[in-house]
């Protein structure tokens, strides 16, 4: 990933926390995006394209790179395959189907889960340690996450319930748990190179899906705006914001790393606010303290 971050870009590529709050920024961008799709552009055709213009673009710049990593890249096919199917296309899918049948409340609070899962696996699988401050942080940045979805009704939170998107949405986070775990053995190739292998098989593995959306009828190509929304999603939460992520989780490892991920419903309502015009609340301020003390307690004297 270094031969990537050079030049102007070596400060941003060795500061692993900016790397991480602008992925949550576009990742939070891509929730919107999400929301702005519908009627203009269907489910995994967003996933299918996006991957398709993604590969496009690593090979016409780096493809001199792609080529050296593939010798390296050929004898892990197997960790490519499954961060391509599962962390990308499966995750995406899910995510985007969701979105269609479950409330912005529900999704919010479901997402937060993403950390938990990690650490989780990180502590089963790895034998990694979890400190009580850690813990402690984590309910912190959980309790904001939950202030923003509830809009701080008490209320809307007792009445939580589970329908097929929130499922989706529980069972699209552990697979994006496990893709993140899954990057500790990540083969010693660069950044670019294991990318891109992931973002083809993201692309071949979601033909079948974009099939069986087409047999069931449910199929819409792009609008013009929906070319818009297609471009931004390529180029940030895909191709920039997973660069992004992969160094950060090279440089502080996945459990560190997924603690933001709760930056994202934060990060969220505040584009809500610029794009759509929506008003700012004080649960929202209330709700950035809580999660941005909570990663700054999970992150205190951890153990590297």
């Not at 692993?16 to 939070?28: A, K």
């Not at 780096?62 to 499966?90: M, N, Y």
């Not at 053995?185 to 973002?199: C, E, L, Q, W």
């Not at 930056?263 to 301020?285: Q, S, W």
Request: net charge positive; hydrophobic share 55%.
């Amino acid at each position: 990933m270094n031969s990537f971050f050079s030049a102007p870009f070596r400060k941003l590529g060795a500061n692993p926390y900016l790397l991480l709050i602008l992925t949550m920024l576009m990742w939070s961008g891509n929730g919107i995006a999400g929301r702005l799709a519908v009627g203009e552009v269907s489910p995994m055709v967003i996933v299918t394209m996006r991957w398709l213009l993604v590969s496009i673009i690593l090979f016409v710049f780096a493809h001199r790179q792609i080529v050296q990593d593939w010798q390296v890249l050929k004898h892990h096919l197997p960790l490519v395959a499954f961060g391509g199917v599962f962390g990308f296309t499966v995750f995406n899918a899910l995510f985007y189907l969701a979105a269609h049948h479950t409330s912005g409340v529900n999704m919010t609070i479901l997402q937060g889960s993403l950390p938990i899962f990690v650490l989780l696996g990180a502590t089963l699988v790895f034998r990694g340690s979890t400190t009580r401050l850690q813990w402690f942080g984590i309910l912190l940045t959980l309790t904001g996450v939950a202030a923003v979805a509830s809009q701080g009704s008490l209320e809307t939170l007792l009445t939580f319930s589970f329908n097929i998107g929130d499922v989706w949405l529980v069972l699209a986070c552990l697979i994006y748990a496990a893709f993140t775990l899954s990057l500790r053995r990540r083969p010693k190739v660069s950044g670019i190179g294991f990318f891109s292998a992931m973002a083809i098989a993201a692309f071949l593995s979601s033909l079948p899906f974009l099939g069986w959306e087409g047999v069931s009828g449910d199929i819409q190509w792009p609008t013009l705006r929906g070319w818009e929304i297609l471009a931004f999603v390529t180029l940030g939460p895909s191709l920039l914001a997973q660069l992004f992520f992969l160094r950060a989780v090279e440089l502080i490892g996945p459990s560190r790393a997924s603690i933001f991920t709760n930056l994202v419903p934060i990060f969220g309502p505040i584009i809500a606010i610029i794009v759509l015009g929506e008003n700012f609340h004080r649960y929202h301020a209330l709700a950035l303290v809580l999660v941005l003390g909570g990663i700054g307690m999970a992150e205190w004297r951890r153990p590297t």
